[in-house]
């Protein structure tokens, strides 16, 4: 009689085959349909230049791009090309509502706003970036790149540098990864060394604030200041933004403990008691 196969594949003493998990159908499929998704955020409007920007073949990117075109998370414009759809707008909303920081930020915004009439925004910390959370404009017409949603880098503005208070092992390889490739070697006033760097973020942890002084944008600068948990953990922060004729450096320094203010009323609302 034959012995099964089996037994014979034992006796060779190869391994029986394992199945990766990592790499299931199911899995693989809500892989690739998030990185298409996050192709036509990077602006990959076209099959093409999306299947080139995942990896993946043409035929299933195809099928991709019209399941998430049924299901609303992508929509196709006139002319063929695919833009972000309606299923992501409510999600995104409903994620900032849920979002206790949001919600507790509020009213603190409103009244800040009304109080220093120029831009306050509101963000987090998301993999390594600056994600904007809410912003309200200010009302002297002044027009800056940020925007809810939008991320910026975390060492090259003030909001990002309040977020990062905490955090002094981080400073060096943060602003290392985010110095434009184009910086030189000298200290321009939008871009400083290293060393130089890490001695303002000290300065700015003492003092329990941060500036951006044009260092993202020309012509933009702006008062940030963290916004604490129940634990006394950085969760968020806040910024005062206006343009230059706007922010001479007296009033950077007349809006420190305004915005230290009003960030310490929403840390209040989470819970953060100063010991």
Request: glycine fraction near 8%; proline fraction near 6%; include cysteine.
């Amino acid at each position: 009689m034959r012995r099964p196969r089996v037994a014979r594949a034992r006796r060779s003493g190869r391994p029986r085959p394992r199945r990766d998990r990592r790499r299931s159908p199911g899995t693989q499929t809500l892989a690739r349909g998030i990185a298409v998704v996050n192709a036509v955020a990077r602006g990959r409007s076209r099959l093409r230049e999306i299947a080139e920007e995942t990896g993946v073949g043409r035929s299933t990117t195809h099928r991709l791009l019209q399941l998430l075109l049924a299901t609303g998370y992508l929509r196709q414009l006139d002319d063929g090309a695919y833009a972000l759809g309606p299923a992501l707008i409510e999600l995104g909303y409903q994620a900032l509502q849920e979002n206790p920081v949001t919600a507790i930020a509020a009213p603190v915004l409103r009244r800040l706003a009304e109080r220093v009439h120029d831009t306050v925004h509101l963000a987090i910390e998301d993999r390594g970036q600056v994600l904007y959370l809410d912003k309200i404009p200010g009302t002297r017409g002044a027009v800056m790149r940020s925007q809810i949603g939008h991320r910026m880098p975390l060492t090259r503005t003030g909001i990002g540098k309040a977020l990062l208070l905490d955090s002094p092992e981080r400073w060096s390889d943060r602003f290392l990864a985010e110095r434009p490739v184009t910086a030189g070697q000298g200290l321009a006033r939008d871009v400083l060394t290293v060393d130089a760097f890490v001695q303002v973020m000290h300065a700015s942890a003492g003092r329990g604030v941060a500036f951006d002084l044009e260092e993202n944008e020309p012509g933009i600068l702006c008062v940030a200041a963290p916004v604490r948990d129940t634990s006394g953990s950085i969760v968020a922060a806040i910024s005062v933004t206006a343009t230059r004729p706007y922010m001479p450096p007296e009033r950077l320094e007349a809006l420190v403990p305004i915005v230290h203010d009003a960030a310490a009323r929403i840390s209040a609302g989470l819970g953060w008691r100063l010991s």
